[in-house]
Nanobody
Framework: QVQTVESGGGSVQAGGSLRLSCAAS????????MGWFRQAPGKEREGVAA???????YYADSAKGRFTISKDNTDNTLYLQMHDLKPEDSATYYC???????????????????WGQGTQVTVST
């Protein structure tokens, strides 16, 4: 069973930065899509960013220009560098693996095969 474990969440002030990490188990499809989702209280989970096995990036509009997704292919570690954080970025962030081929329709949650437990990000004013 593929497993992902997130880390790096925390509390920051608006305008600050955080780097989230996701360690994926060795049996993760290294050629597959990996991504980050988030869920704020009272809201549905939403896609933030994804990266394909070929290194193509995909971002939600809310993340463009502020967040960067990257992946270390040597150990299947996924990262999300977040800058200029805003209070509306506060949420639990989830790492997802074994996503759709080529990250097509990556925002469609049922297309993902593995999810982590999440890491909390809180941005204060």
């Amino acid at each position: 069973q593929v497993q992902t474990v997130e880390s790096g969440g925390g509390s920051v002030q608006a305008g600050g930065s955080l780097r989230l990490s996701c360690a994926a188990s060795a049996n993760t499809n290294s050629e597959g899509c990996m991504g980050w989702f988030r869920q704020a209280p009272g809201k549905e989970r939403e896609g933030v960013a994804a990266i394909s096995g070929g290194g193509m990036w995909y971002y939600a509009d809310s993340a463009k220009g502020r967040f960067t997704i990257s992946k270390d292919n040597t150990d299947n570690t996924l990262y999300l560098q977040m800058h200029d954080l805003k209070p509306e970025d506060s949420a639990t962030y989830y790492c997802a693996a074994n996503g759709p081929w080529g990250c097509s329709n990556w925002r469609h949650e049922p297309a993902w095969g593995a999810w982590g437990q999440g890491t909390q990000v809180t941005v204060s004013t």
